[in-house]
């Protein structure tokens, strides 16, 4: 751990703000990532100044750094009719990111096709120049959380935009649990764009169109809902191989944050001491 940044998201502890804060202080957290959407610490329709104020006082008397801002907003940019709006609303969250003291803003981006002739594949080509093109005149980068294609098709895909704007935020267990992809050989086939990763872990349990998944297909499989095709896991419990993960990140000189994210379970917290822990034993 002493090449890394410890994180978490702070919206993983399932607690209100202050308490969370103080969780992650307790784990020895460096900084928190924290959402932007109507569930997030910051909402970015609606914080106020006094709101932002408030979270930076809460998270300064912890000793916390924000590490990254997530603007998930759900729908990913494969829909020309749909991107003028959301392109407006990642730009705003670009705004804030750098308001809060972070440059980099994560989001999910939609399926890649492996196909760049396909229709897809331009719109979202198009959407993502344009975040990148504003990244780039503000010093920020969008960071593209992976899983949703493999790390090669990743890649093609940020090759073709010619920037560093938009970039990744490298989530192992989204790789092994969605295309099966290997993340270690993902750490080298996108080590020219890494600029924050997530620490999860989980495992594959059946093959299924990641289109089906990221709900970008529609109509799905009548039966779709009650598929399992992953199960995500604590830390050291899935097929993630850490250590040589993290060889790989310190191989290519990645010196920024692991953040622990835990989106299911009974007890997120007592999973994500378990995973400071694991962490720290490697």
Known sequence: MKNFKLGVILESF????REAAVSAEKIGADGVQIFVNSEGFAPVDTITKEGKSELLNVLGASGLAISALCADFGMGFGHREKNPELIERSK?????????????????IGVVPGDSAHERYK??????????AYADSVGARFAVETGPETSLTLKNFLDSLGSRGVSVNLDPANLVMVTGDDPVQAVYNLRD??????????????????????????????DFEKLEAFRE???????????????????????GYLTIEREVGDNPAADIRLAANYLSSL
């Open 92 to 108: 705003r969250a670009v705004d804030l990111a750098l308001e809060l003291g972070t440059n980099i803003i994560t989001t999910h």
């Open 193 to 222: 764009y890494i600029v924050h990763t997530h620490a999860k872990d989980g495992i594959k349990l059946m093959d299924v169109n990641p289109e089906f998944i990221y709900r970008v297909t529609h109509p799905l499989p009548a």
């Open 233 to 255: 896991l604590p830390l050291g419990q899935g097929s993630v191989p850490f250590a040589e993960y993290l060889a790989a990140l310190k191989d290519i000189g990645y010196s």
């Open 123 to 132: 719109v979202m080509q198009e959407a993502c120049a344009e975040l990148a």
């Open 14 to 17: 399932k607690l209100p703000l």
